[in-house]
C-alpha cells in the first residue's frame, strides 16, 4: 500500500514551468514595414527567474486558468489572457481535446517591458508540450508564438539572441561576460502599455545595432523607446539615474517600452547591496535581483 500511496501522490504532482523575464538589452527601431509593424533591431537576454507556471491534466478536454502571486490582481483568466490563447492555439493545432489545469503564479509586473505576458505564452507552450507528450516542429510551434504576439519567439527558447524584423528573426548571440551576469530590476510601480509608447516615438532611426561585447552594448546601445516612455512616466528617468549611480553597474538601462529598468554588475555583492539602497530608498518600488540566464 505505500507504494501505491507514492504513486498517487508522484502521478498528482503539477509539472511546472518558469516563464523568464525579458531583458532588451538594447532596442533600436528602424523602419515602418508595410505590415505597420515597426522593424526592430535588439538583443533579448533573459533573467533566471521570472512568472511560475504549473499544469496538471484534465480527462474533460477543458482548458482552465488559475491567477495568483503578488502581480495577479486584475489579471483575466479568460480568452484574452496570453497564458489561455496560448494553450488554445497549441490545442486547436494539435486538433483539440486537450484538457489541462493551469496556474500562473504572476511574480513580474504586468505591462513593465519585461516580457512578462509574452513569457508566460512560450512557457505555456513548453509546458503543454511536455504534459501532452508531443513534439510539434520548430517552425509549428514559432508560428504558433508569433500569433500570439511579437516577442513569443523569441521567449520560446528564452536565450541570449539578436533579435529583428517583428520578432521572427531570431539569432543565438554569446556576448563575452554576460551569462551569469548579476542582474537587478526595478520597477516604479507604474504600468505602461506598449501601444501608446511606440505611438509617441519620433520617427527617426538613428541606426543599426551592434552587439559583439558588453562594452558595444554600453557605449554605441540605446532604447529608442526610452524618450518617449519617459514622456509618459517621468519617474523612469529616476530610476535609470538611481541604477546608474550605483556601485559596480556594467550596464543599466530601460527594458522594451518600460517602465521596468534593469542593470548588469561587476559581483552579486554589488548587486545586492545596489538592490538595498534602492528599496530603502524607493520602498514603493519593485526590485528583483536574478542573473543572466546562460544556456
Same mark, same amino acid.
Given at each position: 500500500?505505500?507504494?501505491?500511496?507514492?504513486?498517487?501522490?508522484?502521478?498528482?504532482?503539477p509539472m511546472?514551468?518558469?516563464?523568464y523575464?525579458?531583458?532588451?538589452?538594447?532596442?533600436?527601431?528602424r523602419a515602418? &514595414? %508595410? +505590415?505597420?509593424?515597426?522593424? $526592430?533591431?535588439?538583443?533579448?537576454a #533573459?533573467?533566471?527567474?521570472? /512568472?511560475e507556471?504549473?499544469?496538471?491534466p &484534465? %480527462? +474533460?478536454g477543458a482548458?482552465? $486558468?488559475?491567477i495568483?502571486g503578488p #502581480?495577479a490582481?486584475?489579471? /483575466?483568466?479568460?480568452g484574452?489572457n496570453l497564458?489561455?490563447?496560448?494553450?488554445?492555439? $497549441?490545442?486547436a493545432?494539435?486538433?483539440?481535446?486537450?484538457?489541462?489545469a493551469l496556474r500562473?503564479?504572476?511574480?513580474?509586473p504586468?505591462?513593465?517591458g519585461i516580457g512578462?505576458?509574452?513569457?508566460?505564452a512560450?512557457?505555456?507552450?513548453?509546458?503543454?508540450?511536455?504534459?501532452?507528450?508531443v513534439?510539434p516542429?520548430?517552425?509549428?510551434?514559432s508560428?504558433?508564438?508569433?500569433?500570439?504576439?511579437?516577442?513569443?519567439?523569441?521567449?520560446?527558447?528564452?536565450?541570449?539572441?539578436?533579435?529583428?524584423?517583428r520578432?521572427?528573426?531570431?539569432?543565438?548571440?554569446?556576448?563575452a561576460g554576460?551569462?551569469?551576469?548579476?542582474?537587478?530590476?526595478?520597477?516604479?510601480?507604474?504600468?505602461?502599455s506598449?501601444?501608446?509608447?511606440f505611438a509617441?516615438w519620433?520617427r527617426?532611426?538613428?541606426?543599426g545595432?551592434l552587439a559583439?561585447s558588453?562594452?558595444?552594448l554600453?557605449s554605441?546601445g540605446?532604447n529608442?523607446?526610452?524618450?518617449?516612455?519617459?514622456?509618459l512616466?517621468?519617474?523612469?528617468a529616476?530610476v535609470?539615474a538611481?541604477?546608474?549611480?550605483?556601485h559596480?553597474?556594467?550596464?543599466a538601462?530601460?527594458?522594451g517600452?518600460?517602465a521596468?529598468?534593469?542593470a548588469l554588475?561587476?559581483t552579486a555583492c554589488?548587486r545586492?547591496?545596489?538592490a538595498?539602497?534602492?528599496?530603502?530608498?524607493?520602498p514603493?518600488?519593485w526590485?528583483?535581483?536574478s542573473?543572466i540566464?546562460s544556456?
Open positions: 500500500m505505500p507504494h501505491h500511496d507514492v504513486m498517487v501522490e508522484a502521478a498528482a504532482m511546472t514551468e518558469t516563464a523575464a525579458k531583458i532588451n538589452l538594447a532596442l533600436h527601431v515602418r &514595414r %508595410d +505590415d505597420g509593424y515597426h522593424a $526592430l533591431e535588439s538583443i533579448f #533573459f533573467a533566471e527567474d521570472g /512568472d507556471l504549473s499544469a496538471q &484534465r %480527462d +474533460d482548458i482552465t $486558468l488559475l495568483d #502581480f490582481a486584475g489579471l /483575466d483568466v479568460g484574452d497564458v489561455m490563447r496560448a494553450a488554445r492555439a $497549441l490545442d493545432y494539435l486538433g483539440g481535446g486537450h484538457g489541462a500562473l503564479t504572476k511574480n513580474l504586468v505591462a513593465s512578462g505576458g509574452s513569457a508566460d512560450a512557457a505555456t507552450l513548453r509546458l503543454l508540450c511536455r504534459l501532452w507528450g513534439t516542429s520548430a517552425e509549428a510551434l508560428a504558433i508564438a508569433l500569433s500570439l504576439g511579437s516577442d513569443v519567439p523569441a521567449c520560446l527558447a528564452s536565450r541570449t539572441s539578436f533579435v529583428g524584423g520578432g521572427e528573426e531570431i539569432a543565438d548571440i554569446h556576448i554576460l551569462d551569469g551576469a548579476p542582474l537587478l530590476l526595478v520597477n516604479p510601480g507604474i504600468a505602461l506598449t501601444g501608446p509608447v509617441g519620433d527617426e532611426d538613428r541606426g545595432l559583439d558588453i562594452e558595444s554600453v554605441s540605446r529608442d523607446l526610452e524618450s518617449s516612455a519617459l514622456s512616466a517621468p519617474v523612469i529616476d535609470i538611481s541604477l546608474r549611480r550605483q559596480g553597474v556594467l550596464l538601462r530601460m527594458s517600452s518600460g521596468t529598468c534593469f554588475f561587476h554589488d545586492d547591496a545596489a538595498a539602497l534602492i528599496a530603502a530608498d524607493h514603493g518600488w526590485t528583483m535581483t542573473r540566464r544556456l
